[in-house]
């Protein structure tokens, strides 16, 4: 099984940007899809992006597309979120998580296998 971890996590105003990072050891990262999701409070968890594990393919939930991308770096064992444009519905515990399905695109909870701690983002207005 992959370990992930996420950082990058904060509080910052409407309109900012933030970048999350999510480091993978354990098993090869190339081997598998990545998926960002995300939990606000008293809410159920979501899906946000996920990439396939070549880097080629990207998939976005609508309420993020335009401001949000996602990206992986194999040699590194690593992936990302760049958030731009951030609003006070974004708030949320953002997680990275890893998929052996193979089949595409991935966008449902149960779609991934692993999962990080989480990290909380914050967006005031």
């Known amino acids: 099984q992959v370990q992930l971890v996420e950082s990058g996590g904060g509080l910052v105003q409407a309109g900012d940007s933030l970048r999350l990072s999510c480091a993978a050891s354990g098993r090869t990262f190339s081997g598998f899809a990545m998926g960002w999701f995300r939990q606000a409070p008293g809410k159920e968890r979501e899906f946000v992006a996920a990439i396939h594990w070549s880097g080629g393919w990207v998939y976005y939930a609508d309420s993020v597309k335009g401001r949000f991308t996602i990206s992986r770096d194999n040699a590194k064992n690593s992936g990302s979120l760049q958030m731009d444009s951030l609003k006070p519905e974004d708030t949320a515990v953002y997680y990275c998580?890893?998929?052996?399905?193979?089949?595409?695109?991935?966008?449902?909870?149960?779609?991934?296998?692993?999962w990080g701690q989480g990290t909380q983002v914050t967006v005031s207005s």
């Open positions: 998580a890893a998929s052996y399905r193979n089949l595409w695109p991935l966008r449902r909870n149960d779609d991934f296998g692993s």
